[in-house]
């Protein structure tokens, strides 16, 4: 039993019988980018065109109870991707375009759903721009305005209580159609694991600036950047924020530093 489908116009004329095409989409296979036990991300190619698909085949209850005993929310399946996609359009924050989206199955541990989007032509990550830095340094404007725009991005995210949750540089692509001088349009992906509340609670918050503190930390951004950073996200005047928010300040550096010792260990 199929609990829900949701195809764009585009993809209908590709599996035109709602009865099979959960299956047919389920068996979709094409450039594997990421393979877990229970989930899977592929680029394919649709009647010449390329989409991104990240089908879910059921967590287990193990994975269920070990998350509500750690007490965190189970991720069950695409669902969680799919509201936080809505989410970030609502809040005018590039996201990838979803084509489809589909679920099947009541119990938890054993759900399927998917969720497909359409692929993002000429981009690169933070991450592969942050290496060319190393070998090419970037020009000093186009520098700040990838900073700046970051931490817009992290401060509208965590104003409107979404929290990312694997907040790493590689996860922001930039739009590469036109020069960063002309503007920057940066996209948010692998949206699978973020939380939605009305309010994040600030351990949740330390985490996700961790992960860009952590994420950045070797493509040559300086004591200056960070400060850059901080002032951008809070949206004040950088002497008040650090009078006022040392300790928060501090904790970030801590866990991101501590990111980095266990990644290069």
Not at 200 to 218: N, V
Request: net charge positive; with cysteine.
């Amino acid at each position: 039993m199929i609990s829900l489908l949701i195809l764009h116009d585009e993809l209908k004329a590709y599996f035109p019988d709602t009865l099979v095409a959960f299956d047919q989409i389920m068996a979709l296979e094409g450039d594997v980018y990421r393979a877990l036990e229970r989930r899977k991300t592929q680029r394919v190619i649709i009647g010449g065109n390329a989409y991104f698909i990240k089908q879910h085949h059921g967590v287990g209850w193990k994975e269920i109870l070990k998350n509500i005993f750690s007490l965190r929310a189970p991720i069950i399946g695409a669902k969680t991707e799919w509201r936080a996609i809505q989410c970030l359009k609502a809040l005018n924050i590039a996201v990838p375009e979803v084509v489809g989206y589909g679920c099947r199955g009541v119990n938890p541990a054993s759900q399927q759903s998917f969720i497909m989007t359409r692929a993002l032509p000429n981009n690169s990550s933070l991450e592969e721009i942050g290496k060319e830095w190393r070998r090419n340094p970037p020009v000093f404007p186009d520098k700040i305005k990838l900073i700046k725009e970051v931490a817009r991005i992290a401060r509208v995210l965590h104003l409107n209580g979404v929290n990312h949750r694997d907040f790493y540089i590689c996860h922001f692509l930039l739009d590469l159609s036109v020069p960063i001088s002309s503007g920057v349009k940066l996209y948010l992906i692998d949206l699978h694991r973020a939380g939605l509340r009305k309010r994040i609670p600030q351990r949740w918050i330390i985490k996700d600036l961790a992960g860009l503190y952590f994420s950045s930390k070797d493509v040559g951004l300086t004591a200056r950047d960070w400060l850059r950073f901080i002032k951008e996200y809070r949206n004040n005047f950088l002497g008040d924020v650090i009078k006022r928010e040392n300790s928060f300040w501090r904790k970030v550096r801590e866990r991101g530093d501590k990111l980095y010792r266990k990644h290069k260990s």
